[in-house]
């Protein structure tokens, strides 16, 4: 059976594309991955099976707007660009593509930290600008402790890089139990014991209702004198007005962010102006390995929905979903 297949993107790694041609779908492309207008428009006159969602928007209106969607699965992990509560009233599956990034997104974390510690890019821009600065200053990280908000794969992989360069590795995850051995890293009961002792800290967690704004004016006063801050997760876990404070002021040394909390970054955003301040444009998980993983792992995930086949129910979103149909 050939299903129609909605990728929200001009395009999709191949090992993604090979899968779904092989099973016969016909599949269309967002012409502007930014526009969430094209996106509902498209859904409201195309009867689409299935999603693939990369980073626009997929609203209440466009989901609603498609009564023969069947299932959704986001191009990575993190949903807060979907209405999954929306799909889960349309009784719609969210799969999303965990560890398919992994290793990409975990050394662009470890190359954010070593440029922010070592201001690499900031010297660049002195020498472009003509001087020959060398007294901006850096800091070391060997003997400095890496403090890892969330320890699944990411996370744990950028824990075993740290160790390499000899930093000492804490994390705080709610969800690992205390009885998981042979973990790298040492695990603290709560977040307010990991940033007081913490020289770096490294956000690897989702955006929930607990997490939202995590890092704040309180919790940012928590961190050692002249800490960093390292994001490649979601910008909408940091309290941005609080963190432009804490850079200003000199309580923070710098900050690397893959991630804001608007995408893009607004033209007069504050954060343009500081020379403290790391910013990649979300390219985490942009490595064309990781983006042939993810799209592979994204079409078989649709594949064997649509298809019937069992499917790894802990990959999904609205679980909730998945009981009601078995």
Known sequence: MSWRILMTAPTLGAGGQHALAEAGCEVHYLHDSQDEAEVERVMARIPFDAVISRTVALSRRAITACPSLKVICKHGVGVTNIDVEAATEQHIPVFTTPGTN???????TIGLMLNAARRISWYQQEIEA?????????????????????????????????????????????????????L????????????????????????????????????????????????????????????DAALRNGQLFAAGLDTVASEPLPADHPFRTLNNLLLTPHIGGSTPEALDAVARFAARQCLDFLAGHAVNPVTCVNRTVLKERS
Not at 102 to 108: G, I, N, P, T
Request: aromatic share 4%; proline share 4%.
């Open 130 to 182: 003509g001087r020959w600065t060398r007294n901006g200053g850096g800091i070391e990280l060997s003997g400095k402790t890496l403090g890892l908000v969330g320890f699944g794969e990411i996370g744990q992989r950028v824990a075993r890089i740290a160790h390499a360069i000899g930093m000492r590795v804490c994390f705080y995850d709610p969800v690992v139990g205390d009885q998981q051995t042979n």
């Open 102 to 108: 992994a290793q990409s997104v975990a050394e662009l």
């Open 184 to 243: 790298p890293g040492e695990q603290v009961s709560s977040l307010d014991s990991l940033l007081t002792q913490s020289h770096v800290i490294s956000l690897h967690c989702p955006v929930n209702a607990a997490t939202r704004q995590m890092l704040n004016s309180r919790t940012l006063a928590l961190l050692p004198p002249g800490a960093v801050i390292i994001n490649t997760a979601r910008g909408e876990l940091i309290d941005e007005a609080a963190l």
